[in-house]
């Protein structure tokens, strides 16, 4: 079996995610490599495939869900996974006591689940570095805003434990379909 972990990113938060995933499936005897989602052009000789993309303001790197698409007819003939990175900070519920990691999943998932027929998802908490250089427009417009830097929490969040606990889930479930 061969395990594609495919993945979208701005800042890099997630590339991490997709090799954590991809190097617990090998120390569980699945063979997975994390690829950029712009640099595959064929997912056939994959057995399986988990796609990650940052996420902000509730929707999911546009790469991320153009590669989704653009691979439906080969991606749903396979187990499909999803997972995205992008809340921050350490609190588990918000202001309002609802669950961060369930509110922030992104828009695109519900279409996306139908479409791939996808055996799973996830959301896991990301990481901001504010002295990163700003990519985009809207980045660069909040770099000029007074309080721009503190209005994010900054730091890594990323749950190591939570993702190897996910990839070791989705071992066992491609373990019991051999």
């Known amino acids: 079996m061969n395990i594609l972990v495919a993945y979208a990113t701005r800042h890099g938060s997630t590339v991490g995610i997709a090799e954590r995933i991809a190097a617990t499936l090998t120390e569980a005897g699945l063979p997975a490599e994390a690829r950029p989602v712009g ?87 990301g990481a901001w570095d504010p002295d990163a250089p700003p990519i985009g427009l809207t980045e660069r417009m909040m770099q000029h805003l007074p309080g721009a830097k503190d209005a994010m929490p900054a730091g890594d969040f990323r749950d190591w434990a939570s993702i190897d606990a996910w990839a070791t889930q989705i071992a066992a479930g491609l373990k019991a379909r051999v």
Not at 39 to 44: N, R
Not at 87 to 100: A, S, Y
């Open 39 to 125: 640099e595959i052009d064929s997912v056939d000789q994959y057995d399986a495939v988990i796609i990650g993309g940052a996420a902000y303001m509730y929707h999911w790197l546009k790469d991320a869900t153009s590669f989704a698409k653009h691979h439906r007819k080969e991606l749903r003939e396979r187990p499909v996974w999803l997972f995205s990175s992008g809340p921050l900070g350490t609190d588990l519920v918000d202001k309002e006591g609802r669950d961060v990691l369930r509110t922030s999943r992104p828009k695109e998932f519900d279409e996306l689940t139908d479409l791939l027929q996808t055996r799973g998802e996830q959301v896991f908490f």
